[in-house]
Every structure is written in structure tokens, then in C-alpha cells.
T-cell receptor, first 114, second 117 residues
Framework: EAGVAQSPRYKIIEKRQSVAFWCNPI?????LYWYQQILGQGPKLLIQ????????DSQLPKDRFSAERLKGVDSTLKIQPAKLEDSAVYLC????????????FGSGTQLSVL | AQKITQTQPGMFVQEKEAVTLDCTYD???????LFWYKQPSSGEMIFLIY??????QNATEGRYSLNFQKARKSANLVISASQLGDSAMYFC??????????????FGKGTLLTVNP
């Protein structure tokens, strides 16, 4: 089966510019997650969707980050305007519902803000 | 407070030997799940093993086993017969809650494992 698809793979922008990342989860996975992973650290959850509704966005910097999941399938994460500290890998993951269900991760988008 | 603590920033092991990566967790929820993921230098996150809080036996998946000590709130990963390809970052993660929509995973800071030939 196809895995979690993410694009682009790499992105370099200057601070104060905007950027968008796209994710297509595994077919049938109701839950979609966006994680931010700063170099040398573990992934930090930014936002979690259940179908097209937001379940948790408590750690999303809402003044600059936004995300949507139209029709409960693919999702877009946007940063506007970007700051230097946003340089990180942005990982998208999806899972089935269920306490024991593992997350499947995409390859990530590596963002460099100059 | 940290939900997941991995106290070993880096570990070294000789090829073919076993190694234990430590993980302690903090939760007041009686129902939770513990996961280990591997992240090679290429960046992808690879699922290794899962342990549920009510599981009676320690989880095993091939060369990976989880030493689950519930009273001590620890979930250490044991890798037997290490291989060069095991060199990677290893993350412990926890999922709390019994249902509803709260399936998020909280990750530790990771342990960098290096396998020496």
C-alpha cells in the first residue's frame, strides 16, 4: 500500500516569507498529524486532525502557523511569516483510530529559514 | 513535567552485542500505550514495537523486545545481536487515553545509537 506522501522534500526561504507543505495520508486513515522536529530533538506535535476536524492544536503557533484538512483527506500546513526558529523538519503522519494503532510517517519536509 | 524521558543522549555498542535503551514515562492515566521508533540518518520514522499498559507480557518483535516495568514506569528497548544498520536515533513515545480522539503520540528527546564493527 502507498505510504504517507509529503512535498516538497526540501524548502529554503528567507525570514518573513511564507511557505506551505502538503501531506496525503494513507488511504482510510482518519487521523492526521503534523509534527515539527528541530535538529537533535524529538518530534513535537503541532496539530492533529480527526477526519477534517481539529482535535489538538495546543502547540501550534497560531499567529503564524495554520493548517487545514479539506474533505478529511490531504492536508496543508502553512507558515506566514516564517522566522529563523522555524527551521526544522516537518513530519506528517497518519493512523487508524484505536489506542494501539501506530503512526505511519512521511519522509518529511526539511525547511531552512535564512 | 516531561512525559517521556530518555536519559541517554548517545550509546555505543559492538556489533553482535545486545544493547538497552532507557525510557521512563509519566502519566496518571491507567490506559496508555508505549511505542519505540527508529530514525536513521535518512530521516524517516520507522515503527519498531508497541506495549499496551494492560498487556500481560513484554512485547517482542524480532530482535527488538520491550522491558516493561509498570510500577517503575519504564519501557526500555532491548536490541539483541546489534547490526551496523541499527545505528540511528531511537525515540520512545507514549499515547495516553482510552478513546475518543486523543491518539497523539508524545515523543522523548531520543537516543543516538552507534554500532561499532
Amino acid at each position: 500500500e502507498a505510504g504517507v506522501a509529503q512535498s516538497p522534500r526540501y524548502k529554503i526561504i528567507e525570514k518573513r516569507q511564507s511557505v506551505a507543505f502538503w501531506c496525503n495520508p494513507i488511504s482510510g486513515h482518519a487521523t492526521l498529524y503534523w509534527y515539527q522536529q528541530i535538529l537533535g530533538q524529538g518530534p513535537k506535535l503541532l496539530i492533529q486532525f480527526q477526519n477534517n476536524g481539529v482535535v489538538d492544536d495546543s502547540q501550534l503557533p497560531k499567529d503564524r502557523f495554520s493548517a487545514e484538512r479539506l474533505k478529511g483527506v490531504d492536508s496543508t500546513l502553512k507558515i506566514q511569516p516564517a522566522k529563523l526558529e522555524d527551521s526544522a523538519v516537518y513530519l506528517c503522519a497518519s493512523s487508524l483510530n484505536g489506542h494501539r494503532e501506530k503512526l505511519f510517517f512521511g519522509s518529511g519536509t526539511q525547511l531552512s529559514v535564512l | 513535567a516531561q512525559k517521556i524521558t530518555q536519559t541517554q543522549p548517545g550509546m555505543f555498542v559492538q556489533e553482535k552485542e545486545a544493547v538497552t535503551l532507557d525510557c521512563t514515562y509519566d502519566t496518571s492515566d491507567p490506559s496508555y500505550g508505549l511505542f519505540w521508533y527508529k530514525q536513521p540518518s535518512s530521516g524517516e520514522m520507522i515503527f519498531l514495537i508497541y506495549q499496551g499498559s494492560y498487556d500481560q507480557q513484554n512485547a517482542t518483535e524480532g530482535r527488538y523486545s520491550l522491558n516493561f516495568q509498570k510500577a517503575r514506569k519504564s519501557a526500555n528497548l532491548v536490541i539483541s545481536a546489534s547490526q551496523l544498520g541499527d545505528s540511528a536515533m531511537y525515540f520512545c513515545a507514549m499515547r495516553e487515553g482510552t478513546g475518543g480522539s486523543n491518539y497523539k503520540l508524545t515523543f522523548g528527546k531520543g537516543t543516538l545509537l552507534t554500532v561499532n564493527p
